[in-house]
């Protein structure tokens, strides 16, 4: 540091992320089995790892890709961010210390999913002597640091959050259904054994027989939530605040993503390990474009239990108390979300040429019943 020029307009994140030598990816769509990563001292030897910024990302989330070498573990670690971590390839563990000196390790595969309770001491190990295990985590690090930038307070304070850990059974794969109303049925535990599998709820707001589940990890401020859309279907477009990370579970597809007023939309194709962001208030729109039921995982901050922000809160939970959340509501009843028949027309063209090509056959005739003819010739 200079310490001769005037100190300001510092981020404390990005000043950090440079003195760890981590190397940074940064795009709207990031396919994360591609990113470089660079050995992380911190976290032991032969553990890579990268920092992943996604554009229009906001300010309080970032992604880590770790990649953990053959019978490699991570060094222990503790720190004053909360972590939500997506197994993309490999095997291992996981293990917690609490402050009594208890130990639980809970065992993870592809398309796990885990949170670190806040501030609990952890260490991941790669189960396989012969692969590598690459994990993605999410995390709110951007605004612990810039709020306390002190390195020593965020990895070196020995505060126990008794609370947060959870029952015991939150590390096995267990969990608690707590119902609120479609759209906001959260499953609350600590670790998700495979997104995959786990069973979700409907969600008719949405639309086209798309179902979800919102989580609570680790009784956690992270956002995290699964979303399906059957075959030969799509969901609504919708817009909310910044920092939703989107990665695909299962299937193929793309979403259109565009600002209100924009002549054209970006669109970005997505399979496993493919991660994209909804900008602040962009539109977007996620599309199945596989044969099998697509899946994606949102990681963010804010969750429904605590929204964080007053706009999380409009878009997740509602502004007032009986509000509808502002995703599920039309954008014609104040809300945030674009009824099928008030989409711009070239949307629905581009999406049954894409089923064409793919060889699935639509099933949205429910919301198009001529097929989509109206909107095919419209966008002609
Ligand atoms: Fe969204």
Redesign the pocket.
Known sequence: MDETKPRYGVDAYLDWVAKEGLPVAEDFGIDLFAVETAPWPRCGDGVKAAAVHLKGRGDFANMFVLDIPPGGATAPQRHLYEEVVYVLEGTGSTQIESGDGSKRSFEWGPRSLFAIPLNARYRHFNGSGRARTLLVSTTDLPLVMNTFHDERFVFDTDFEFVSRAGKSAYFAGEGDLITVRPGNHMWETNFVPDLASIELKSWGDRGAGGTNIMFVLADGTMHAHISEMPVGTYKKG???GPG?H?MCVTGHGYSLLWYPGEKDFRRIDWRHGVVFP?ADQQF?QHFNASREPARYL?TGVGGLRYPLTQQNRRSLVGAKPGEKPA?SLGVKEGGDQIEYEDQDKRIHALWLAEMKKNGVVPRMEKYFPDGGAAATEAAE
């Open positions: 919708h817009r909310h939703f989107v909804p977007h949102a995703v």
